[in-house]
């Protein structure tokens, strides 16, 4: 019965689900308004059509991205953002709301080849909760946002990415890493199966996961080593080049103990000190460690635009104004409006609107633009 269910009123049609999961807090909710029978009056169809529709007009924007944005009770919407993520990223998303529902839909869905089912489902935020979500393949990722039926408020929105791992070095960050993964090593006899990063010598090196120490054997290319084992994501981690150890095999470890210092012992006697760190994932082998602990040193741009206007009917002012995808002057366009062009303000980031026009078509222009 709830196979049923999922298929005919709570999955979009372009959503796989995979396996025999249990059903979303969106699911239920839609649910919900079958078992009540509003599935069958226009705002409820709308609002059902709505989780489908937001996913294939998806606007595409780059993270961090912070948005203020508005819902009214007499429509049925959702709004949803595209942005690419790399593997070994963390991508955090937290919600706010201000006399909407407790009940605010946050889903994240991978973006597919499959033609007949082009978005995989990912995660949901559970009632007053956010979504903290590993990435563990680089691909596009839609994010799509609904409320329940019949409410008005406003909502501030935040999407951030952050490493999945900690960095490997204490105090140390993006610009000590000066060799990175898949250059040549050996006059081209073999690659780089990791990073370098520079630190003096004794500069203390940190497990950046939580995990045990699987060896701590030396060799004569990596010197004095630590392998971690991070049983949670099924990788090793190592560490090499060590002046010293301070953990033992069998040894667990929290992220951010202390297991060793900063050296040059093995084959790197002739170069500065620094830690070569490597990641190697199981099936897979080597892997780049970069995308895991690069840290984002990147805000949210603040909300500068005039928020009182959300949920505002308005006109565009100049002759041409040009709605993009994103709230930047390089986004791609998606339509060219005239002067006087009605629409309605959705959404604030930056000194940009979200607006929608009569016809449904959602995008930006800058708040200069309207009137």
């Avoid at 839609?142 to 019949?150: A, G, I, N, Y």
């Avoid at 960095?167 to 898949?182: E, I, M, T």
């Avoid at 100049?318 to 959705?346: G, H, Y």
């Amino acid at each position: 019965m709830l196979a049923a269910f999922v298929s005919a009123c709570s999955v979009p049609e372009a959503v796989r689900r995979l396996g025999d999961v249990a059903p979303t807090p969106h699911e239920r909710y839609a649910r919900s308004l079958t078992d009540a029978g509003l599935h069958e009056t226009a705002l409820g169809r709308e609002w059902l059509a709505a989780a489908d529709t937001s996913l294939h007009a998806a606007l595409t924007i780059t993270l961090p991205f912070r948005e203020a944005g508005y819902y009214d009770r007499s429509e049925a919407r959702a709004v949803a953002w595209r942005f690419s993520l790399r593997e070994g990223s963390r991508l955090s998303v937290s919600l706010v709301s201000e006399g909407l529902p407790a009940q605010i839909f946050l889903d994240l869905f991978e973006q597919t080849s499959d033609t007949t089912s082009p978005y995989r489902h990912r995660v949901s935020a559970e009632p007053d909760s956010g979504i903290s979500h590993e990435i563990r393949e680089s691909a596009t990722y839609v994010l799509r946002v609904q409320p329940e039926l019949l409410r008005s408020g406003r909502f501030e929105i935040t999407i951030r990415i952050d490493p999945m791992l900690a960095f490997p070095v204490d105090g140390r960050g993006n610009s000590a890493v000066q060799s990175l993964f898949g250059v040549a090593r050996d006059g081209g006899r073999r690659e780089h199966h990791g990073i370098d990063i520079f630190a003096p010598r004794g500069t203390p090196v940190i497990a950046a996961a939580d995990g045990f120490v699987r060896s701590t054997t030396p060799s004569n290319l990596g010197g004095k080593v630590v392998w971690l084992r991070d049983q949670q994501r099924g990788q090793s981690l190592y560490y090499a080049h060590l002046d010293s150890q301070l953990v033992s095999p069998g040894q667990q470890v929290s992220m951010g103990d202390t297991i060793g210092f900063v050296g040059n012992t093995g084959n790197a006697r002739t170069t500065r000190p620094h830690l070569h760190f490597g990641i190697y994932s199981r099936g897979r082998g080597p892997i780049d460690p970069f995308p895991y602990v690069r840290l984002v040193t990147a805000q949210p741009p603040a909300i500068r635009a005039d928020t009182q206007q959300l949920g505002v009917r308005a006109k565009t002012r100049n002759a041409s104004t040009i709605v993009r995808e994103a709230p930047v002057a390089s986004a791609d366009s998606v339509r060219r409006v005239e002067r006087d062009a009605a629409i309605w303000i959705m959404g604030v980031a930056g000194n940009w609107y979200r607006v929608q026009l009569d016809d449904g078509t959602a995008g930006y222009v800058p708040a200069n633009s309207v009137r």
